[in-house]
């Protein structure tokens, strides 16, 4: 499956963005789908994932109840609701899928976009 993200953009702390993942192929629905952030020197951090079916979601604890992950298996389409944004929510952001449930490392995510970068200024 081949991924894109978009959305990504300048912010003001407090406020919203919603980024979309879109993905190519009748594969879509088949993989747990994930996003990931980063900065640069550090490590793509869990960001939040939703089952095939869109009816489980697992979130970091950095951004439990101001992101919702949601998904569109009829659009190819991966979202991520981004509310209450802070400064140290920037980072570049990307689209990932994989094959297992309830993992939160990179190397276990097989599929990736290009990623989109959100810069939340104070």
């Known amino acids: 499956v081949q991924l894109q993200a978009s959305g990504g953009g300048l912010v003001q702390a407090g406020g919203s963005l919603r980024l979309s993942c879109a993905a190519s192929g009748p594969t879509f629905r088949r993989y747990i789908m994930g996003w990931f952030r980063q900065v640069p020197g550090k490590e793509r951090e869990f960001v939040a994932a939703?089952?095939?079916?869109?009816?489980?979601?697992n979130y970091a604890d950095s951004v439990k109840g101001r992101f919702t992950i949601s998904r569109d298996n009829d659009k190819n389409t991966l979202y991520l609701q981004m509310s209450s944004l802070k400064p140290e929510d920037t980072a570049v952001y990307y689209c990932?899928?994989?094959?297992?449930?309830?993992?939160?490392?990179?190397?276990?995510?097989?599929?990736w976009g290009q990623g989109t970068q959100v810069t939340v200024s104070s």
């Open positions: 990932a899928a994989s094959a297992y449930w309830g993992v939160t490392t990179s190397p276990q995510y097989n599929y």
């Open positions: 939703i089952t095939r079916s869109g009816g489980n979601t």
